[in-house]
């Protein structure tokens, strides 16, 4: 079974500098996704960066960037220029297309990140 | 807009009283799912189904059902609610490309 740690279970920053949220996973698969979704306090659930498990290149959303190290089976998230917006709870997801897709996404724990001014 | 709409959104009741949280999603995607979020244990699936009348059990199914009659709508029933499944629910959905789930707002549910 697959399984996912976020070893950070909070982390704060100040505004406008660059934090590091870390999840690591266990798979046998080649082929899957890992997602980073955000909860804000309003509880939504939003994705803020998907991976690819074939593509090398890190992918990057704006002020978002992971570091996808799939020998390691690390996917860590990069936020550069933190805002006070960013303060949420981080999910570290995982799924394969082979062990139910995304209708089966496997959660980390989750990290609480606060920004402060 | 592309949505799931969760209901209610904050739910109290007393233990044993059967409820449903209703889900419906207007993206007209095959596969859905209901999750349970609690501190420290993030989100684990209780149910998902990959089309109408094809559910199957995700990794805490135990006191929970579901139905999928209609591709929009994906019901969690609690046909005895006990306080031990006092939560945060999360419905979501993803279309036959598998690649992203798109979640409600979320369910606040106490049992008491």
């Known amino acids: 079974a697959q399984t996912v740690t976020q070893s950070q279970p909070e982390m704060s920053v100040q505004e406008a500098e660059t934090v590091t949220l870390s999840c690591t996973y266990d798979?046998?698969?080649?082929?899957?996704?890992l997602f980073w979704y955000k909860q804000p306090p309003s509880r939504q659930m939003i994705l803020v960066i998907r991976?690819?498990?074939?593509?090398?290149q890190n992918a990057t959303e704006n002020r978002f960037s992971v570091n996808f190290q799939k020998a390691a089976k690390s996917f860590s998230l990069k936020i550069s220029d933190s805002q006070l917006g960013d303060t949420a709870m981080y999910f570290c997801?995982?799924?394969?297309?082979?062990?139910?897709?995304?209708?089966?996404?496997?959660f980390g724990k989750g990290t609480k990140l606060t920004v402060n001014p | 807009e592309a949505q799931v709409t969760q209901n209610p959104r904050y739910l109290i009741t007393v233990t044993g009283k059967k409820l449903t949280v209703t889900c419906s999603q207007n993206?007209?995607?095959?596969?859905m799912s209901w999750y349970r979020q609690d501190p420290g244990l993030g989100l684990r699936q209780i149910y998902y189904?990959?089309?109408?009348?094809?559910?199957d059990k995700g990794d805490v199914p135990e006191g929970y059902k579901v139905s999928r009659k209609e591709k929009r709508n994906f019901p969690l029933i609690l046909e005895s609610p006990s306080p031990n499944q006092t939560s945060l629910y999360f419905c979501?959905?993803?279309?036959?490309?598998?690649?992203?789930?798109?979640f409600g707002q979320g369910t606040r549910l106490t049992v008491v």
């Open positions: 997801a995982f799924s394969s297309p082979t062990q139910g897709g995304s209708e089966k996404l496997v």
């Open positions: 979501a959905s993803s279309s036959q490309f598998r690649t992203e789930a798109f």
């Open positions: 798979t046998s698969e080649s082929n899957y996704y």
């Open positions: 189904s990959m089309n109408v009348e094809v559910t």
């Open positions: 993206m007209n995607h095959e596969y």
């Open positions: 991976q690819e498990a074939y593509k090398q």
